[in-house]
């Protein structure tokens, strides 16, 4: 603690050069919260989804549809407590490049399938009464500035023209993976609208015993592989890693984007503590004089190197935090994106990790200075 | 040819102080020290077999041309040079066996050192520049506060305890830098040129605080100049030439 005048004074002693060595490494961990979450949220979206519900789509991909008829069948499997369907809508509210997700489902099994998604009781019914009735994310009305009641258009694209639908019900999800900017509406609105050409995009089905799920699965894929279509199906939670698994090897991109960040980080701040103990030679060789022991020196580099990291990598973090805290862009596409304590503890594990390394060489240089010649270097 | 020991402990004849000090204890025994630097192929011997017993209390200066050695003897009296040969016993303590370690350790108890450039630490005030040393003992923070200001009151800088060095004449900073060197009370004060980037007017307040130190608080000093005037401050003048003591 006696030191701690020292370490600081030596901070300061470039101001300028210790400002922007702390905002780098500012920028590097806000970088790094980011990133990181990405993945963290990505893992969560993997889990997201039951092992008690299997989701039974067409064999051929994701993009083809499966014959209603197939709804019946199902629910005739031994083990299957109940079936609904959903389908891709696709469209948008005012601007075709603000994405978010509509599905059309079969309202009054979807729903009760669901507990996941909480919504009160007066407004489910009203949900359920209107065929127009649309049941949106707590974060999609948030985003649009929505209130219940309201009539939204929303422009089709897959299914071409203007839909009309009245906000009856907002979900909020009881895990933020789930995500709150969906919206649900009517299956049976879509047939309707559409003239009735389109067919369920996959089916969910609720067991009785999620630990049958695999030999279901597998008899149910048996059961359809000579019809017209052909299913897969999987177990929710496999089926939604799927998706996850759809933005390629996104976690090893990410990966190495922030091992290249750290590494360069790591050379800047190196580079910084090297110039700072380089002109303190003289310094160094006066308090070796007085007394100061190799590793009292080398404590001292070290410190002043880890407490500059620590101060831009806790700057950084907090950064990213309040950034994207709440309702924010990434929710759209990483659900419930946010930058969580444990990425923060890791990141300022991180940062006392790259001061430690930036700071060994110049701390073991300024240890190992022979005083002799470094006197004789001021003098 | 080096000194003889008993001839380095002959006191300037004819006073009574010298007699006092013929009497006094060898604090610092210097035997058959040898020194060589190795610069490309070249072997440049610095010095062979220099004796020296320095006594409690003596103020000595060194002078010799530049290249001498003198700053070379001092350093390994100081402990922050190993000699090729021969030893280096302070107060009973055989100095040039000790580890690294040992010898920063002892160095802060035993060793005030005054530099020609003062070297004071740029970003700490006077008041910070002389604690340093302090702050390597389990003294108190008040504690320490109690031996800075004596030591600033010493050199006469208590009202610049706050002043960091860019904002100190030469003079003042070479006083700080002594009342660094004497605030965690050594028995010896070694000082190389420390009148050598000073004005005369700065130059002589410096040895004149110096010699109160070696009469007041009977510090034994040894102070390495090129400064005629300076070296006659002290009890007693030696010359190192071409490898030799004289004294």
Redesign the interface.
Known sequence: M??V??VR??M??NKRRTLLTVLSVTVAFFLFGVLRSVITTLDGVSEVGSEARLITSNASGITFVLPEAHAQRLAAFEGVRSVSWANWFGGYYTDPNDYFAQFAVDAETYLAMYPEIQISAEQVDAFLRERTAAVVGVGLMEKYGWRLGQTVTLKGTIFAGDWDFVIRAVYTPDNPSWGDESFLFHYEYLYEGSNGSISPGWFVLQLDDPDRAASLANRIDAAFENSTAPTKTETERAWQAGFVTMWGNVGFLVRAIGTAVFFAILLVAANTMMMAVRERV??VA?????????R?LFGIVLAESITITLIGGALGLTAARFAFLGQNPMNTFFPGFAVGWGTIALGLFAAALLGLVSGAVPAFQAARLS??QA?RR?? | MSSHPSDATTSVSGTTESASKATAKVLVQIRELAKAYQRDSQRIEVFNDVNLDIRTGEFLALMGPSGSGKSTLL?ML?G??RPDAGSVVVDGLEITTMS??RL??????H?G?V???Y?L????TAY?NIE??L??TNLSKRQRREHVTTALALVGLSDRAEHYPRQLSGGQQQRVGIA?AVVSDPAIILA?EPTGDLDAQSADEILTLLQRLNAEYHKTILVVTHDAHAAERAHEIMHLDKGVLHR
Do not use: H, Y
């Not at chain 2, 920063?104 to 108890?109: I, K, L, V």
């Not at chain 2, 630490?121 to 700490?124: F, R």
């Open positions: 006696r030191f005048r020292l004074a030596n300061f002693r003289g310094e006066v308090m070796k004089t007085l007394g100061f022991q190799d009292t005083v002799v006197l001021v003098a | 350093n100081a922050l040079d690294n370690r920063a350790s002892w160095r802060s108890t060793i050192f530099f020609q450039f070297n630490l740029p970003v700490l910070q340093l040393p702050l390597l660094r190389d």
